[in-house]
Each structure stands twice: as structure tokens, then as C-alpha cells.
């Protein structure tokens, strides 16, 4: 018997049911060409992209009822960005500090840990503080065990995408040489396949999807006119900095998605407030904030997977006609189902080759308990049609994943799997300054800009960059940036 919406003492969790399904409910539905284990930021908009690429329509040769199964660890919990709604004060892991009212880090070595400052912290601190099974802050956890403290995984549909800043800068073409000279990449170079396809059409519709395909309009204004354009006049004196025509140029690969107000000015119907504006676009930081959306539309705002995965999942019910079995529903997800392992055998495709095939997944779920999907069949009865198994959990957890997989090691580039994974470093310099002569606001205004370097260290490429974020009061209030 189908499940009902439920109630818990203070709702009536209507988007939990609509969006969600059980494990049982999964299992007993048919055959998934995909499953995608991890419905956070890349799971969800992976799903979605599929789930339209897949739909049937003119005489486009499709899949027939291509499905699409999700698997998540944690709960459904909000259904967009958590700036997206009205102030829920929901906190996110930030910074160890000995005063969450200054930038001071806590000099290394033990530390108390309360609910309210338990991460960052290495899961050893949390066992030792009984807090390795409690949800920080609703939703927060430490899944792996590691010397260095860390601010942990979201545990929840979405993942870190209801929370993340947005910035969302695309790769240069330095970042993915294909042919390196030196020793550290040479060994391995991104296919040139890869990153044709990627300036091709992949990070336009990256960028599109997530908002970061115009400039900043959202908050353009005298502060942040101001700023750009010195920081444009400034530009090439900054140190290895990458050259502006290097940058990626939204107002000439996507100019519908620019506002009127610039979108005049890149036109040439209203005259540019300076030489060189058009360039001086590029500066402005890519924020996964959407602006702009067709008629009748509204954008999404700050970007989250959540929205696609519950606008995928929709459209899947309403396209089935089998409601009840769901075995015509393309997308399917389920929630608070922990993956446990995976089954592999050998498996000959039809070229003759053998691979390495995943043909059953052990789950936790809160459903089901203990269980197993079985991948070994047909799908959809074509026994040629294999299921494809899609680690999307975050670099760490993935590549413990496949590490612990039989046969994934032993397989081509195999033995690669988490031996190149990276770190991202950040360094906060907060500081004010006098409002500079020449800009007067009227009211609170904020600017984000980003420049981005490239120096050669022992021969290879090294990039970095400076995130650059401003507000300021008008004279009278507190005059400060």
C-alpha cells in the first residue's frame, strides 16, 4: 500500500512525499538505466540534466522510459537555498574560532566541542565528545576519519548546495592542459575531447544552470560601479595575473541573460560609462545567483540543486501513467538510504570486452532497513542495456567508495582512484577603510569581485585567486568599507 502524506507534530509533509519515495517502493518499481548514489549538489542537477535529455519528443530517437534513481544518506529537508528563504538563522560550519566574534583561529591542540561549535573538528573529537551521532546544526556530520579538523557533509537532499556562497568560477584553459610539460602532469593529461566538448557547450549550460552566466546585476549600484571599474583600470598591474582575455565573456557567449540596463550597454544603444565597460564585465564575481528567467517565470535566485531535483521529480509523476507501481516514473528519489557497498562481476559487452560491472548496491534504509538492489538483470529486458552506477557523493567519500568496491582497483586507471585528489585553501584578511573620495552612497550597497592568478612553480602551472567582497554605510551611518 502506498505510503500517505505524513504528519509529524508540527507539519503535514506534503514536499517530503511529493518529492520522495522509499526504497521499497524503488526496488519493487522496474528496472533504472542510472542510479546515482548522492543526491547533493551534483546528484540532483545530474538527475535532472537526464531526465530531460531523456524525454521523448518528435521523432528523436530516445531510450524508451529511460529511469533515473537516487539515492541519498540523509533526509529531505529544505526545499531551496537557505538565503532563498525567509531568515531560518539555519548555520553552517564556519571557521574554528576561539571568538565567533573575530578572525582569530584557535592555536592547534584539543578544543571543547558544544552542539553549537562542534565543526569544524576531526570525528575522533566528535566520539570523544558523544557527538558523532547527532546532527550539527540540523543537518551537519563527520563521515571519514582524518587527522586535519573539517567542517563535515550536509546530510540532507541538496547537500552542501542549500548552503554554499555560489562562486563559481570556470576552468581555464591552463587548469586542463592537455598537453603538459611537466613532470607532475604530464603523466596525466585531460583528453582533448573532454575539454573541446567543455568550451563547446558544457560550461555555458553549467554556467546557465546555475546562474553564473551574466554579470553581477543583482547588485549593481554606485558602490559596486565604482569598484569594478578601478579594479579594471588596476588590473594589469596586479601580479601574475591571468590576462582579461583569457576570462570567460558572458555578454558575448550569453547576452539574453544579461539585464536590460547592461545588456543596453553591451548593445551599444545606451553609450558605456567608460572605456572598455564590456571587458570590465568579466571581473565581476561568478555568483550562482539567477537574475533572469522567461516570461512568466520566476529565477531561481541563489543556486541549489534541491529545486531541479523536485521540479525532475514532478514532472516524472505527472508524465507516468502508472501511479500506483511507478514503473513508467523516470525519476525517482529516495532519501535517508545510506549506501553500505557494492556487488561487482565481470561482464562481456557486445564488442567482446570484459569490464568490471556493478550489479547490486547494499543499502541502509529507514524504510527498509538492511536491503539490496539488484542491478544484474536486463533493463527494461535488453540485456544489452546495462545500468550505469554514478558515485556522487563529494571527492572524499566517493573515492572511499570505489576503493572499497571489488574489481574497481584492478580495473583501467583504477589503482588512480583517490590518489589525485586536492585541497582547496582559503585565507580570510577582513579590514575596513575610509569610503574612498569620489564614491557617495545612499543607502547600505555591496560589491564581489574576482581576480584571477597563474604563476609557474618548478615548471607547472599553479592557479589561485582573490575572492574580493565589500559593503559599506553612507557617510552619517558608519563610514566604513
Not at 528563504?85 to 582569530?104: C, E, K, V
Not at 558602490?223 to 588590473?235: A, E, G, P
Not at 535517508?336 to 562481456?348: A, E, I
Not at 583504477?414 to 569620489?438: Q, Y
Request: one cysteine or more; hydrophobic letters at 40%.
Amino acid at each position: 500500500m502506498a505510503i500517505t502524506t505524513e504528519d509529524t507534530s508540527f507539519s503535514h509533509d506534503i514536499l517530503g512525499r511529493y518529492v520522495c519515495n522509499t526504497f521499497a517502493e524503488a526496488k519493487n518499481s522496474g528496472t533504472f538505466d542510472v542510479v546515482i548514489i548522492g543526491g547533493g549538489t551534483f546528484g540532483l542537477t545530474l538527475a535532472e540534466d537526464l531526465f530531460e535529455r531523456s524525454r521523448p519528443f518528435g521523432s528523436a530517437i530516445k531510450p524508451q522510459n529511460y529511469r533515473i534513481l537516487v539515492l541519498e544518506g540523509g533526509p529531505y529537508t529544505l526545499p531551496e537555498h537557505v538565503q532563498d528563504l525567509p531568515s531560518m538563522n539555519l548555520a553552517a560550519p564556519g571557521p574554528i574560532q576561539a571568538d565567533r566574534n573575530t578572525f582569530q583561529d584557535l592555536p592547534p591542540g584539543p578544543r571543547a566541542l558544544r552542539p553549537d561549535n562542534a565543526l569544524p573538528a576531526t570525528r575522533q573529537e566528535l566520539i570523544n565528545s558523544g557527538l558523532d551521532k547527532t546532527a550539527i546544526y540540523e543537518n551537519w556530520g563527520m563521515p571519514w576519519n582524518s587527522a586535519t579538523r573539517f567542517g563535515g557533509l550536509a546530510y540532507c537532499l541538496g547537500g552542501r548546495s542549500v548552503y554554499f556562497g555560489g562562486w563559481s568560477p570556470r576552468y581555464l584553459a591552463t587548469e586542463m592542459e592537455t598537453a603538459p610539460t611537466d613532470a607532475v602532469k604530464s603523466a596525466f593529461p585531460w583528453p582533448q575531447t573532454v575539454v573541446d566538448d567543455l568550451f563547446a557547450r558544457y560550461f555555458v549550460e553549467a554556467a546557465r544552470q546555475t546562474g553564473a552566466s551574466t554579470s553581477n546585476d543583482y547588485i549593481a549600484g554606485t558602490m559596486h560601479t565604482f569598484f569594478r571599474k578601478k579594479l579594471f583600470n588596476m588590473y594589469t598591474t596586479v601580479p601574475n595575473v591571468v590576462p582579461i582575455a583569457e576570462l570567460p565573456d558572458y555578454a558575448t557567449d550569453v547576452p539574453q541573460d544579461m539585464g536590460g540596463g547592461l545588456a543596453d550597454i553591451v548593445s551599444g544603444a545606451v553609450p558605456a560609462p567608460y572605456a572598455g565597460f564590456k571587458d570590465s564585465l568579466r571581473v565581476d564575481a561568478p555568483l550562482a545567483v539567477q537574475i533572469l528567467s522567461r516570461p512568466g517565470f520566476f529565477p531561481f535566485n541563489k543556486f541549489s540543486s534541491v529545486p531541479l531535483g523536485i521540479d525532475a521529480a514532478r514532472r516524472a509523476f505527472s508524465d507516468a501513467t502508472d501511479k500506483a507501481g511507478n514503473s513508467d516514473k523516470r525519476v525517482m528519489i529516495v532519501a535517508n538510504c545510506h549506501v553500505k557497498g557494492l556487488r561487482t562481476r565481470s561482464y562481456t559487452v557486445a564488442t567482446g570486452a570484459t569490464v568490471q560491472e556493478i550489479d547490486g548496491i547494499f543499502v541502509r534504509s529507514k524504510d527498509s532497513g538492511d536491503d539490496f538492489l539488484d542491478l544484474s538483470g536486463p533493463v527494461q529486458g535488453n540485456a544489452q542495456r546495462r545500468p550505469v552506477v554514478i558515485f556522487a557523493l563529494g571527492a572524499i567519500e566517493s573515492a572511499r567508495m570505489a576503493i572499497l568496491t571489488p574489481g574497481v582497483t584492478a580495473a583501467p586507471n583504477g589503482a588512480l582512484v583517490g590518489n589525485n585528489l586536492m585541497v582547496h585553501l582559503r585565507k580570510n584578511a577582513a579590514f575596513t577603510v575610509p569610503i574612498p573620495s569620489g564614491l557617495t552612497l545612499n543607502d547600505l550597497e555591496l560589491t564581489a569581485l574576482l581576480v584571477r592568478c597563474r604563476a609557474k612553480v618548478n615548471g607547472a602551472f599553479v592557479h589561485y585567486h582573490y575572492q574580493i567582497t565589500a559593503s559599506a554605510q553612507p557617510l552619517g551611518r558608519r563610514r566604513q568599507v
